[in-house]
């Protein structure tokens, strides 16, 4: 039975968009008490790190950005400059919100989780630093985002490069100057086509390193004039709306027709004035381009025309077509002026399909038919998404269980937001929730705010412990493998799968049903009770079993979703 009391309502575990969401709730909404610890120097989370040239978000900024559920002023108030915003003014869109909002006085910065220990005993959380904290709390919440450990590859001889070596996801806060240099940059993914432009710029010679070609959108970023502005801030309400109900996040719906239902002309017209708008607005165009090969080959065909077009090199342009998964199995990269870096002077493609790196020298990168002799090697490798980061937490919950051995063979979670055997831990946008399949802020507040109303309820009833019990996580996961494989995306070695990784158990890690649908549900277990939920006192386990309410089975639940 309780012990003591512990010191915080909450601990939060990240800095960044959600992490300072989630503070901001806990504390002024909810009035309880919490700290934060971010591994940073200051708030920001994949902002703070991502520093590469070139950086920048792949949504558009007037929706990659707090809502209204955060404040109506704030949004008339922040004017973004540029349709896709650099890693520079995000950040200092963060900054500003931890300043409005008195954030940092609750974070705790350069300070990293170890380990995150569920008392059985008491029913709190015990949470340890590298920086020698050790406080208690009722709730544990991770707020660590999707893509916060970097994938360094286990290259042989990796460490005996004798010139200079960066992952773009740990980038020097003082920046990098190429000028005059030879670089290699390994990764041809959504990092790799911003970067790669930038650095082009300045190396005396470039070798982009691509072991598989990718499907680019035109990003079409451009600045952002007044009478834009004027127009989104008029907006906002319908926009954030909208955000709500689609199935990415997006302020647009995909639209209700198959791409197999139009003629020729119809489809590249449609295909055309997306790829003009620019973004991810291409995959929206027709609801079957995730559903169906056929479909899908059409938009795929489409965006390999729109490569020959622009590289002059035929071989050149073939090597950047993809032929081997279908289009938006992986995530598609936005690109300004990548393809066009292929026809300058100083840029190679190489492959590192055919012909795999082999190893790493103290001069260069070697495959075994070429050495590439480089002062600098750029690891665009990406990220241990989603799980990667939640398991160097040290996360321990029932009876001593490791998170990394209960996932052993691939996340199971409640909703991606709770998993069995860890009581009052919240993941927001943990694996099994739209997360990365969705624009992040939308998910990212879906998943405080109702987290926040699910203490509130906790409270108002006098419980402050809550568990996902394992028939509602069965049904979770069953429904979430179904859903994934009506789709194409298991047909591709992304990382929504885990394939980036070797040896990480293949799973589509984000859900695929969409941001709507998935709110219905969120909402419909929440107005049940919270059904799926064991709630007690003192720690479920203490109790002697579960003290939640009846079951309902995930039938009722999601009827009760599409009839709220
Ligand atoms: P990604 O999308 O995971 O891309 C990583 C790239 O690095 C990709 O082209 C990989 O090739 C390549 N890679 C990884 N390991 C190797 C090895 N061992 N050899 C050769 N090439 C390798 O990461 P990003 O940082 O670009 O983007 C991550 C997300 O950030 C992005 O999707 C957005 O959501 C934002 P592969 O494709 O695996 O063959």
Redesign the pocket.
Known sequence: MTTAQPQFDAVVVGAGFSGLYMLHRLRDTLGMSAVVFEAGDDVGG?WYW?RYPGARC?SESYFYSFSDRLSEDLLQEWTWSERFAAQPEILRYLSHVADRYDLRRDIRFGTRVVAAEYGDGDGTWTVTTDAGDRVTATYLITAVG??STT?L???PGRESFRGESFH??LWPHDGVDFTGKRVAV?????????VVPEIAEQAEHLYV????A?YDIAGGNRPMDDEDGRRIKENYTEIWATTRETGFGFPYHTQNRSALSVSDAERRQIFTEAWETGGFRLGTTFNDLLLDEKANETAAEFLRERIRERVTDPAVAELLSPRDHPFFT??P?LENGYYDTFNRENVTLVD??TV??SEITPTGVRTADAEYEVDAIV?????D?MTGTLFTLGIRGRDGRDLRDKWADGPRSYLGVATHGFPNLFMITGPQSPS?LSNMPVSIEQHVDWITDCLRDQRAHGLDTIEALPDAEDDWVDHHDEVTAATLLPRA????VG??IPGKPRSLYPYVGGVGTYRLICDAVANRDYDGFARGTGGAATSGGFTGVARATFADVLAAAAAP
Request: positive net charge.
């Open positions: 994949t991502n792949d999707c893509l994938n590859p286990e290259f773009t996801g390994i990764g041809t993914g959504a990092t790799a086509v911003q390193l691509q072991r598989t990718n992986k995530r990269p590192v399909r795999p790196i690891y665009a490798t990406g990220f998404a990365v070695n992304s990382w929504w394939a980036n």
